[in-house]
C-alpha cells in the first residue's frame, strides 16, 4: 500500500450536511422536535485521521478548532461508544481538521462524529453495516444517523427516520455555503421557533419538494442575526435552484447547475458583504 493509499485509508471526511428543506412539526415532551426535512451532503467537510494509540485521544486542528474540547466532543463519544458496543480493546489516537464553522447548521459535530464511526470501523476491522452504525449512531444526535449515510435522504421523526432519496437531478449540482461567522445557538433557534405547525413536506422530486418546502427555522434565526437576511437576498439575486438557510443557521446555502455559476456567486457574496466564511462542493 502507497503512503497516499494508507492515508485515504487512515483517514475520513466528515461531509457538510445541509437541510433543502426543514419543516417543524411540533414540539416533544424529550425536548425534542418532530420534523421533516430532506437531508443533502456536499462532498466537502471536516477530515478526521487516526493512528493507533493508547485509550481513545483526540487532537483538534484546523481553521476553526479554537475553543473546541479535545474531552468533551463528539468524535470522542462516537469512538468511545463504538469500542463499548465493539468490544474493541485497542485504542486511537485521532485527529480532527476542523474546517467547517461550529454551530453552523451543517452538521458540524454530527459529521464528525459520523465520520469516525465510518473511519473507526474500517481502521479497527468491525465491518458493521451503514445501517448498524446509524444504529450506534442515535443516542449522539438528531442528526448523527443521517450524517453517518452522507447520501440525499427525507428525514421524519426527530430526523432519524431516513428514507433515501434515488434522484438523478442533484448529484452534481454545486452548492455555496455562506455564514456569517456568528455562532447560533441550535437549542436557541429551536426554543425561539413559534410552535405552529405550516404543513407537510410534500413528496415527490426532490428539487421541486425543496423548491416548494421551507425552513421553519429561518424566521427565527433572522430576528437573532438579521444579517442572515441581507445573505439569502444576495444568493436570491445570483438566480440560484434554491437558496435556503441550512438547519438552525448560521450558514445559508444555494444551488447551482455549475461551478462556474456557484463560484461566480461566490465573488458576488464577498464583494457584497464583508467577512463572509464560504465554500463550494458537489452534491454527492
Same mark, same amino acid.
Given at each position: 500500500?502507497?503512503d ?9 471526511? =466528515?461531509?457538510? /450536511? ?7 412539526? /411540533? ?24 493512528q493507533?494509540?493508547?485509550g481513545? #485521544?483526540? !487532537?483538534?486542528?484546523?481553521p ?9 466532543n463528539?468524535?470522542?463519544?462516537? @469512538?468511545?461508544?463504538?469500542? !463499548?458496543l465493539?468490544d474493541v480493546?485497542?485504542g =486511537? ?6 474546517r ?9 459535530g ?28 442515535k443516542?449522539?444526535? =438528531? ?8 447520501? +440525499?435522504?427525507?428525514? #421524519?421523526g ?9 434522484? /438523478?437531478?442533484?448529484?452534481g449540482? +454545486? ?10 445557538? #441550535?437549542?436557541?433557534?429551536?426554543? =425561539?421557533?413559534?410552535?405552529m405547525?405550516?404543513? @407537510? ?37 445570483c438566480q440560484?435552484?434554491i437558496?435556503?438557510?441550512s438547519?438552525?443557521?448560521? +450558514?445559508?446555502?444555494?444551488?447551482f ?5 456557484? /463560484? ?13 466564511w +464560504?465554500? #463550494?462542493?458537489?452534491?454527492?
Open positions: 500500500m502507497s497516499q493509499d494508507r492515508g485515504a485509508a487512515n483517514s475520513e471526511t =466528515a461531509y457538510a /450536511k445541509i437541510n433543502l428543506a426543514l419543516h417543524v412539526r /411540533k414540539r416533544l415532551p424529550n425536548g425534542y422536535h418532530e420534523l421533516e426535512t430532506i437531508f443533502a451532503f456536499l462532498d466537502q467537510g471536516d477530515l478526521i485521521s487516526v493507533p494509540g493508547e481513545v #485521544t483526540l !487532537e483538534i486542528g484546523g476553526f478548532a479554537q475553543g473546541l474540547s479535545r474531552t468533551d463528539l468524535v470522542v463519544q462516537a @469512538a468511545t461508544r463504538l469500542a !463499548e465493539s480493546k485497542h =486511537a489516537h485521532l485527529h480532527l481538521d476542523k467547517l464553522p461550529v454551530a453552523s447548521g451543517i452538521g458540524g454530527s459529521a464528525d462524529a459520523a465520520a469516525t464511526l465510518r473511519l473507526l470501523n474500517r481502521f479497527w476491522g468491525l465491518d458493521h453495516s451503514v445501517a448498524e452504525l446509524a444504529e450506534i449512531a443516542p449522539l444526535g =438528531a442528526d448523527v444517523p443521517a450524517c453517518v449515510a452522507s447520501q +440525499t435522504c427525507r428525514g #421524519t426527530i430526523g432519524q427516520d431516513l428514507e433515501v432519496i434515488s434522484d /438523478k437531478d442533484l448529484p449540482c +454545486t452548492a455555496l455555503l455562506i455564514n456569517p461567522l456568528v455562532p447560533v445557538s #441550535t437549542a436557541d433557534i429551536f426554543r =425561539a421557533w413559534d410552535g405547525d405550516r404543513g @407537510a413536506l410534500e413528496s415527490g422530486p426532490v428539487i421541486t419538494a425543496a423548491r416548494n418546502g421551507r425552513n421553519d427555522l429561518e424566521k427565527p434565526a433572522i430576528a437573532m442575526v438579521p444579517l442572515l437576511s441581507d445573505v439569502l437576498q444576495v444568493l436570491d439575486d440560484p435552484v437558496a435556503r438557510m438547519g438552525s443557521g448560521a +450558514t445559508c446555502f444555494a444551488l447547475r455549475s461551478l462556474a455559476e456557484a /463560484k461566480n456567486a461566490e465573488s458576488h457574496c464577498q464583494n457584497m458583504i464583508d467577512g463572509l +464560504t465554500m #463550494t462542493g458537489e452534491i454527492r
